[in-house]
């Protein structure tokens, strides 16, 4: 039998067999508060200091429910298109997990807040695929465990673990998919273009911070192969808690032919929750997947029904903000993009960082210059999304102000913002740590000028015999001996001068 580290070829995988895709994504809301009680939801907090009786599963400790937990809820059901229910409550789902300190999970099961949506993602090539959505729910997220001792950071071959309950009660929302078919070999692109375009969103209506880096975004995938004559479902794999928008595409594409070359060989797919491992963007086996039976779901005894009244809904929907996909067709409008240039735009995940950008100072033309074409190499030379890098619109605006006063060359700029992508500080003051600053004093520039003009007499004597292009050899050489922190264009003014 084939084993699970063997793989069929991607081409063969959709020569075989239909891909079908179910995708969970987790949100953690940024309200002040946990869910159920008034601790501060906040990341980053030293361990268990920011947990109470209710979070803990103390005896006697009541549950309130966050208002603004639900609100948001609702603006998110609304944002995804689907219906808002009139009448639903929280559930309990039972199961054992060590960073579960009440043994249950406060969650919706049958009664969703939303239900029944859709969200259409554009590809990689313009064109618009629909997801269809199945529910929008609220629950509480778990608390964390850290696995110490081994060498994967997993609890296989730890020698002990810590538990976090900070996490513990934290409101999350749950977004479930219907079934995706009919995706073909682009399936892994929409798994990728789903939750970028969910997250885009998410940023949007101001529920969310949606740090895939820090857990406040993260996907569970669900994966099935059918034969192509077949007429049910295959049996799904979950790989849970990818925490990056390319490492969804990659769980999934693997995933695929993984499960092929099982398949292929005779073998059968276990129903199972699995990890993906960053490193070799691979997948491993982690526990047998429940199904909801096997948690044991009864109505939450604590909490009362909640019951949005039709006037609340669309005073809500009304708050509303111009969604990510109007704002690209309003910038392709104003800026004159052409479908190319807004592709490339939304492809490196800069729309919002080259208008905040523009709305700091910027003209769209510069913006798009650093964010699409330098930053966004920086991003992949450090291996993460462009939005977390530590650079801000309000930064790059900064930068490009000071090249256009004459105070930075393009050259220096780079070097201000490598300083400020590696952490030194704003721009000023890695220009000021550095020495960075363009030489503006005439003397000094003419002193250069004139170093290079006597070390280069057959160029200067070209110069002053009308050839002015021969300038371009004394501006380099000029450029060069100030370490590039010389106006090019007065130094030329200088050397023209200095040969007429």
């Known amino acids: 039998m084939t084993s699970v580290h063997e793989l069929m070829d991607y081409a063969e995988v959709i020569e075989r ?29 030293e361990p268990n200091t920011q947990v109470c009786p209710v ?18 809820a609702i603006r998110i059901g609304l944002a995804l298109n689907c219906e808002i229910a009139e009448w639903c409550r929280f559930a309990r789902k039972n199961y054992f997990y060590p960073d579960m300190p009440k043994n249950f999970q406060t969650s919706q099961y049958d009664e969703p807040i939303a239900f029944n949506g859709y969200l259409d993602v554009t590809l990689d090539d313009g064109s618009l695929f629909r997801v269809e959505i199945e529910r929008a729910h609220m629950e509480e997220d778990t608390g964390k465990s850290l696995h ?18 900070n996490r513990a009660g934290v409101p999350l929302i749950e977004i479930v998919t219907k079934p995706i078919t009919g995706t073909g070999e682009r399936a892994p692109e929409v798994a990728r273009a789903y939750v970028t375009a969910l997250r885009d969103l998410l940023k949007a209506l101001d529920v969310s911070d949606v740090r895939m880096d820090q857990g406040s975004l993260r996907c569970d995938a669900n994966v099935s192969l059918m034969a192509k004559d077949a007429t049910e479902f295959g049996t799904r794999t979950e790989t849970k808690n990818v925490n990056s928008l390319r490492s969804v595409e990659r769980a999934v594409r693997f995933e695929m032919t993984r499960q092929a070359a099982l398949l292929a060989s005779g073998g059968e797919i276990t129903q199972e929750t699995r990890h993906f491992d960053e490193s070799t963007g691979s997948t491993s086996s982690g526990r047998t997947k429940e199904t909801a039976e096997d948690y044991r779901y009864f109505p939450e005894p604590d909490l009362v029904p909640i019951a ?7 005073e809500l929907r009304g708050t509303l903000p111009e969604l990510p996909w109007e704002r690209r067709k309003r910038v392709q409008q104003e800026w004159s993009l052409t479908d190319a240039e807004l592709r490339d735009l939304v492809n490196a995940g800069a729309v919002d960082l080259v208008t905040a950008t523009v709305d700091a100072g910027a003209t769209h033309a510069e913006a798009r210059s650093w964010w699409v074409a330098y930053l966004t190499k920086e991003a992949n030379a450090r291996g993460v999304e462009l939005a977390e890098l530590g650079i801000t619109p309000a930064q790059i605006a900064r930068v490009i102000a000071l ?4 105070e930075l060359t393009n050259k220096l700029a780079r070097e201000v913002v490598t300083g400020v992508l590696d952490g030194e500080g704003e721009p000023e003051a890695v220009i000021e740590a550095r020495g960075l600053k363009v030489v503006s004093d005439d003397s000094a520039l003419e002193k250069a000028v004139d170093e290079a003009l006597a070390a280069q007499p057959d160029v200067a004597a070209k110069i002053r015999d009308g050839k002015v292009a021969a300038a371009g050899a004394i501006v380099g050489a ?14 030329r003014e200088l050397i023209i001068a200095r040969c007429s």
Request: proline residues 4%; hydrophobic residues 40%.
């Open 403 to 406: 090249v256009n006063s004459g």
């Open 17 to 45: 067999f239909d891909p079908v895709l179910g995708l969970e994504v987790h949100v953690e809301l940024h309200t002040n508060t946990k869910m159920f009680c008034g601790c501060a939801n906040v990341f980053g907090g």
């Open 478 to 491: 000029v450029m060069k001996a100030t370490k590039g922190q010389a106006d090019a264009k007065r130094v």
């Open 55 to 72: 979070c803990l599963g103390m005896p006697g400790a009541l549950p309130a429910l966050n208002g603004k937990a639900v609100e948001s």
């Open 308 to 314: 949005p009244s039709r006037e609340w809904v669309e």
């Open 148 to 165: 110490v001792g081994g060498a994967t950071g997993r609890i296989h071959g730890a020698e002990h673990s810590l538990l976090d309950y």
